[in-house]
């Protein structure tokens, strides 16, 4: 891709969402939320303050940059020459990442990223003026990239992976493979993406580092906070919690939970999208669940040990979860879990959630461009179903637990996070060698 056709592909880009924001709401809340960005940014970020820019696309990438926005955030890590400590601030691409963390309490200011152009680039950074620029895993905008490196801003990629068949290492990658030469380091994930790397010239600013959510899951783990009506919910019944789900999981969970048939069975389900018409379907699929909303109305709210002994809830076997943010402390409840997008090609959600409880995870068979998911799959710590058949049997045997299999995947599943941990401190030790922060 040459320059001209990117910015024929930014006018596109501009045009496209501004007519899908007639009729879908995500894209309206892309153009809505530009709106005045430079006046607003302009209002609140202060002079000759230092700053760092940590950028991710959506929500995912936010999840990998969180524990570097944490670890920087930490007494002593973000001092500059004068002793005053570096504010934070992140930006979104999507709408999907924006909305959830908005208000986000790691960063100093969180806001949408102006579109990529020359003008648009120059006067964000005129603005912000930041001392250290971080972009997480998959995100390449030329004329940001470009004025940053003009203006000696120290840029750093994290959490990056690569696979052969992006255009970076295609005959007409060339603007990619420019981009990518804009940064001062590039952390990647695997040995696969630093060979790649290496075959393009850029071996000298290229590392492996892994992947920062490994550190994000070991944390929220340490820090489990109890959620007490999911525990009256579930009582002492084995539970299935099934997260980030679309409607194809949905099928199969719905199959596979009315054949394997045990009446001492619980399923959780958190599904991917919480719209009032899927909320709708899920109940349609499941008759006999309740709402989590309907369950918090249900216990008196003086009780927060949940000891009534006359609510009717702990008698429904499926609960469907109509929030957002709860997933992550989910899965420590389950006994087996279940990690959707796997049946659908768009590919498998964050399977590490899951795993870092030391439980066994089952996911669809489009996993592979997932790596911590490929490396779940061959140490045994996930399960690959195509079908409700394939769930039955595998929900079957580890409850029978016959020949060890239960306790065997749950055992891999909790070693293979925690081998791979450290990545974020890999990338805080190399800001520090080379005094990004202090020069």
Same mark, same amino acid.
Request: aromatic share 12%; hydrophobic share 40%; charged share 25%.
């Given at each position: 891709?040459?320059?001209?056709?990117?910015?024929?592909?930014?006018?596109?880009? /501009?045009?496209?969402?501004?007519?899908?924001?007639?009729?879908?709401?995500?894209?309206?809340?892309?153009?809505?939320?530009?709106?005045?960005?430079?006046?607003?940014?302009e209002k609140v970020i202060p002079q000759n303050e230092s700053i760092i820019w940590i950028h991710c696309a959506s929500l995912g990438?936010?999840?990998?940059?969180?524990?570097?926005?944490?670890?920087?955030?930490?007494?002593?890590?973000?001092?500059?020459?004068?002793?005053? =400590?570096?504010?934070?601030? #992140?930006?979104?691409?999507?709408? !999907?990442?924006?909305?959830?963390?908005?208000?986000?309490?790691?960063?100093?200011?969180?806001?949408?990223?102006?579109?990529?152009?020359?003008?648009?680039?120059?006067?964000?950074?005129?603005?912000?003026?930041?001392?250290?620029?971080?972009?997480?895993?998959?995100?390449?905008?030329?004329?940001?990239?470009? /004025?940053?490196?003009?203006?000696?801003?120290?840029?750093?990629?994290? !959490?990056?992976?690569?696979?052969?068949?992006?255009?970076?290492?295609?005959?007409? %990658?060339?603007?990619?493979?420019?981009?990518?030469? =804009?940064?001062?380091? #590039?952390?990647?994930?695997?040995?696969?993406?630093?060979?790649?790397?290496?075959? &393009?010239?850029?071996?000298?600013?290229?590392?492996? !580092?892994?992947?920062?959510?490994?550190? =994000?899951?070991?944390?929220?783990?340490?820090?489990?906070?109890?959620?007490?009506?999911?525990?009256?919910? &579930?009582?002492?019944? /084995?539970?299935?919690?099934?997260?980030?789900?679309?409607?194809?999981?949905?099928?199969?969970?719905?199959?596979?939970?009315?054949?394997?048939?045990?009446?001492?069975?619980?399923?959780?389900?958190?599904?991917?999208?919480?719209?009032?018409?899927? #909320?709708?379907?899920?109940?349609?699929?499941?008759?006999?669940?309740?709402?989590?909303?309907?369950?918090?109305?249900?216990?008196?709210?003086?009780?927060? =040990?949940?000891?009534?002994?006359?609510?009717?809830?702990?008698?429904?076997?499926?609960?469907?979860?109509?929030?957002?943010?709860?997933?992550?402390? #989910?899965?420590?409840? @389950?006994?087996?879990?279940?990690?959707?997008?796997?049946?659908?090609? !768009?590919?498998?959600?964050?399977?590490?959630?899951?795993?870092?409880?030391?439980?066994?995870?089952?996911?669809?068979?489009?996993?592979?461009?997932?790596?911590?998911?490929? %490396?779940?799959?061959?140490?045994?710590? @996930?399960?690959?179903? /195509?079908?409700?058949?394939?769930?039955?049997?595998?929900?079957?045997?580890?409850?029978?637990?016959?020949?060890?299999?239960?306790?065997? @995947?749950?055992?891999?599943?909790?070693?293979?996070?925690?081998?791979n941990k450290g990545a974020t401190e890999k990338i805080i030790q190399f800001i520090q060698e080379k005094r990004l922060l202090t020069?």
């Amino acid at each position: 891709m040459s320059v001209f056709f990117y910015n024929i592909f930014l006018v596109l880009l /501009k045009v496209g969402i501004r007519i899908a924001s007639l009729l879908n709401n995500k894209a309206k809340k892309w153009v809505k939320g530009r709106k005045n960005v430079f006046e607003n940014l302009e209002k609140v970020i202060p002079q000759n303050e230092s700053i760092i820019w940590i950028h991710c696309a959506s929500l995912g990438e936010f999840e990998q940059g969180r524990p570097l926005i944490e670890r920087l955030n930490a007494e002593g890590s973000t001092l500059n020459a004068q002793g005053s =400590r570096h504010k934070i601030l #992140l930006t979104f691409f999507s709408p !999907s990442g924006y909305e959830v963390q908005k208000n986000y309490k790691g960063a100093d200011w969180v806001f949408y990223l102006p579109v990529d152009g020359p003008r648009n680039a120059k006067r964000f950074l005129e603005i912000v003026k930041p001392s250290l620029v971080i972009f997480v895993k998959y995100e390449f905008w030329y004329y940001y990239l470009k /004025k940053i490196k003009y203006r000696n801003i120290p840029l750093l990629l994290v !959490s990056a992976l690569f696979r052969r068949d992006m255009s970076f290492f295609k005959w007409y %990658g060339g603007l990619q493979r420019k981009m990518l030469s =804009r940064f001062d380091h #590039l952390f990647v994930q695997n040995e696969e993406s630093k060979k790649l790397i290496d075959e &393009i010239g850029l071996a000298q600013i290229c590392s492996v !580092s892994g992947d920062t959510r490994f550190d =994000r899951v070991i944390e929220i783990a340490r820090k489990f906070e109890p959620i007490p009506i999911i525990e009256k919910f &579930i009582e002492n019944n /084995k539970t299935i919690i099934a997260g980030s789900t679309w409607k194809e999981d949905e099928e199969v969970l719905q199959k596979a939970f009315l054949s394997v048939n045990d009446p001492s069975l619980k399923l959780i389900i958190a599904p991917h999208e919480i719209t009032e018409s899927h #909320l709708t379907d899920l109940k349609k699929l499941f008759p006999e669940s309740v709402l989590f909303s309907q369950l918090t109305t249900s216990v008196p709210t003086h009780d927060s =040990r949940l000891t009534t002994s006359d609510s009717p809830f702990p008698t429904r076997p499926v609960l469907i979860i109509d929030n957002i943010g709860m997933l992550s402390r #989910l899965y420590n409840y @389950a006994y087996i879990t279940y990690v959707g997008g796997g049946l659908k090609s !768009s590919g498998v959600h964050n399977v590490l959630e899951a795993a870092v409880y030391n439980k066994p995870v089952f996911i669809g068979p489009y996993y592979e461009k997932y790596m911590e998911a490929v %490396g779940l799959v061959k140490n045994g710590g @996930a399960i690959v179903v /195509k079908d409700e058949l394939d769930l039955i049997k595998g929900i079957t045997g580890l409850l029978a637990n016959a020949d060890g299999s239960y306790d065997k @995947a749950c055992h891999a599943a909790k070693t293979f996070v925690w081998k791979n941990k450290g990545a974020t401190e890999k990338i805080i030790q190399f800001i520090q060698e080379k005094r990004l922060l202090t020069s």
